[in-house]
């Protein structure tokens, strides 16, 4: 029998398109499945709608029915599906409830009624589970991104789920974090829906792929046919990292750091003495794992930080675009936020570049993710910085508009020296000349 | 210590503060929560100078706003609405009273959420749907200052920076609006955890400590002595 089954679900958020569209699905127990679709096509809708939030926390339009371990979550709130259910979301910093590892861990727990005695051993279990038992005493403003994503994932398996829900998880974690991460939710044994804009480590891990366009499900596949498919179709969404670097003939040092060292408010060293030259017309991709101090280093490159120890020189001017798009919203039409840095008429340019020249009049917390991120992007670009640092900008960004972002970083590239931080593989592939990788020792290591 | 005896103690610091009618218990009291206030260091910055501010305000404009004693300092001039300014030294008195119980106050709320483990608070009330909604709550400072600190950022760079009140004053709005959506997706994180459904437990916690039975005891006869003085 099904664990869950959506049958001709169909939902509209207030005032807009629909975001489902007729969806029907069955998922088995224990079944792997990998939800791909370009920003918008209703991934995370259908996420919410597994989870019950949809219709129960989001109001609109809902037609159809979604049953999930037996239960309609049209009668079921999601409270009472949690237990049953467990949902990691993207950002982590917004659905950490608790101040110490272990007592977030137990929250779900304690809310669903489990035996006080065996909620400690639970905890423990399922931060084993994620490589995160050294965490278990700390507070979690101590951790970073990707420690605080493997809480998340320690919470949810906590509550031994039989449907494991993930909405984009990976999104602050390094390839190998990836990795491990999905492995851990598979090996969980639960049925796992992970919807992913990364999708090689996904793809190993399902056994079936469903792809989303416009909110209907345009293929539902096992995994080697839906490769086909996709290789086919969608080519972005299967390319693999080639060797394509060094397009761009350099021109003059536009910033070079020697010898950086760096550690926030007295804590361990971040950087200990790195070193980076960035030249106009190149797109530098600066790489490495989690904590290995790659923005730490990228924000002095740009001014944004002041090295502790070592040389910094800068020519002309630098803009830095942060990792949360959602700092770059304090005007209240996307015109407004992005003339903010120039005039209006650079501004509605650059809008255009970034594909958002029809939002002028949008308000900024009225666009979806991917575009708040295109945004942000335009906000920089339209000062027209000789140094142009983007730390993980294709975070939460479908493939094909990775596709355009490296194909405008490219036409731009002769104007300015860019560097891009990402964890990106395939991202770093295509856009960049030179890859410099900060190892887990924190040293600049140029590999290209 | 759990914090529940921590906070009963806070508690009864500034219970005491209010009752005590004499400048120096209330001094003296600021004075332990200002030394436990800075156990936290930089990250006490906010709480520090918004209870000075606050306690300035009182201490600097309530002389100004009573009529109370006979030893003139300062004669000023006659207002409309508010008649003849003048300062005496029993006003100042009134007025450090009321600027050190603010401060006392203050210190004593920063103190709660600098320094106690609001999820062991959380774990050891019965009303736990108010404590985690004042806890989520105490957060808001820190978190308002982190996201300020981001917006900041953002605008350095884009090669921006807010000038003067009013440049720092356009950043409310986007502060608040951020916060709002933060809430939206924290509540919907509860939801999905199981927040809000009957039959909920708790993790077991440990018997109290003779410190801890201690600190309740002194928070009670804190208040008495505040009572008695």
């Not at chain 2, 005896?5 to 218990?25: G, K, M, R």
């Not at chain 2, 009013?166 to 509540?187: K, Q, T, V, W």
Request: charged share 20%.
């Amino acid at each position: 029998m099904a664990l869950a089954v959506v049958e001709e679900l169909t939902f509209s958020y207030p005032d807009a398109a629909p975001a489902l569209d007729r969806v029907s699905l069955e998922i088995e127990p224990g079944e792997v499945v990998l939800v791909l679709g370009p920003s918008g096509s209703g991934k995370s809708t259908l996420v919410r709608a597994l989870a019950g939030l949809v219709p129960w926390f989001h109001g609109g339009r809902f037609s159809g029915r979604v049953e999930v371990a037996g239960r309609d979550t049209r009668r079921a709130r999601p409270a009472e599906l949690a237990g049953v259910v467990a949902t990691v979301f993207q950002d982590p910093e917004d659905q950490i409830v608790l101040a110490q590892v272990e007592a977030e861990v137990a929250f779900g727990l304690e809310n669903v009624g489990t035996p006080p005695a065996a909620i400690l051993p639970r905890v423990g279990r399922a931060l084993d589970a994620v490589g995160a038992a050294h965490l278990a005493g700390r507070r979690v403003v101590e951790l970073s991104g990707g420690e605080l994503q493997r809480v998340c994932l320690a919470s949810a398996l906590a509550l031994e789920p039989q449907l494991l829900l993930l909405d984009e998880p990976t999104s602050q974690l390094d390839p190998d974090g990836a990795e491990a991460f999905l492995e851990r939710a598979v090996a969980s044994g639960a049925a796992v829906v992970v919807s992913e804009q990364r999708p090689a480590a996904a793809l190993r891990h399902a056994g079936r792929v469903l792809f989303l366009d416009r909110g209907r499900i345009v293929l539902d596949a096992p995994r080697d046919e839906a490769v086909a498919w996709l290789d086919e179709h969608r080519p972005s969404w299967t390319s693999e990292p080639s060797d394509k670097l060094s397009q761009g003939t350099p021109g003059d040092v536009v910033a070079r750091v020697g010898g950086a060292r760096f550690a926030y408010g007295g804590g361990p060293e971040v950087l200990g003495g790195a070193s980076l030259e960035l030249r106009r017309g190149e797109v530098v991709a600066l790489t490495g794992p989690n904590g290995s101090g790659k923005t730490t280093l990228a924000k002095i490159a740009a001014g944004l930080l002041e090295a502790q120890a070592g040389t910094v020189e800068r020519a002309g001017r630098a803009a830095f675009l942060l990792q949360d798009p959602g700092r770059y919203l304090v005007r209240e039409t996307a015109l407004d936020e992005v003339a903010l840095g120039a005039g209006a008429e650079r501004a509605r340019r650059a809008l255009a570049d970034v594909g958002l020249a029809w939002a002028e009049r949008t308000h900024p917390r009225d666009l979806s993710s991917g575009e708040r991120e295109r945004l942000a992007l335009a906000t920089v670009l339209v000062i027209e910085p000789d140094l142009l640092v983007l730390d993980e900008p294709t975070r939460g960004v479908d493939p094909e508009r990775k596709a355009e972002l490296a194909a405008l970083l490219r036409a731009q590239a002769a104007r300015r020296a860019t560097v891009v931080v990402t964890h990106d593989v395939v991202f770093a592939q295509e856009v960049a000349d030179r890859e410099v990788s900060l190892g887990s020792e924190r040293e600049a290591l140029a590999v290209a | 210590m759990r914090p529940t005896a921590a906070a009963a103690l806070l508690a009864a610091l500034a219970v005491a503060a209010l009752l005590a009618q004499q400048l120096w218990p209330v001094g003296a009291i600021a004075l332990v929560l200002l030394c436990a206030c800075l156990r936290a260091g930089r990250r006490a910055r906010p709480y520090l100078w918004g209870t000075l501010f606050s306690a300035g305000f009182v201490f600097l404009l309530s002389p100004l706003l009573q009529s109370t004693g006979w030893h003139v300092l300062w004669s000023g001039p006659n207002v409309p609405v508010l008649g003849q300014l003048d300062v005496t030294t029993e006003e100042l008195r009134i007025a450090a009273l009321n600027a050190l119980r603010l401060a006392a106050v203050g210190l004593a709320f920063a103190a709660y959420a600098l320094l106690l483990d609001h999820d062991r608070l959380i774990a050891a009330s019965t009303g736990r749907r108010s404590v985690l909604a004042a806890a989520l709550a105490t957060r808001l400072v820190p978190t308002f200052e982190r996201d300020a600190g981001g917006l900041v950022e953002a605008l350095h760079g884009r090669g921006l920076a807010p000038e003067g009140l009013r440049g720092h004053a356009a950043l409310l709005s986007p502060l608040l609006a951020g916060s709002l959506e933060r809430g939206i997706n924290l509540a919907e994180a509860m939801e999905s955890r199981g927040f809000g459904r009957s039959g909920r437990t708790r993790l077991p916690s440990p018997p109290w400590s003779a410190l801890e039975v201690g600190a309740v005891a002194l928070a009670v006869l804190v208040v008495a002595g505040a009572i008695w003085l």
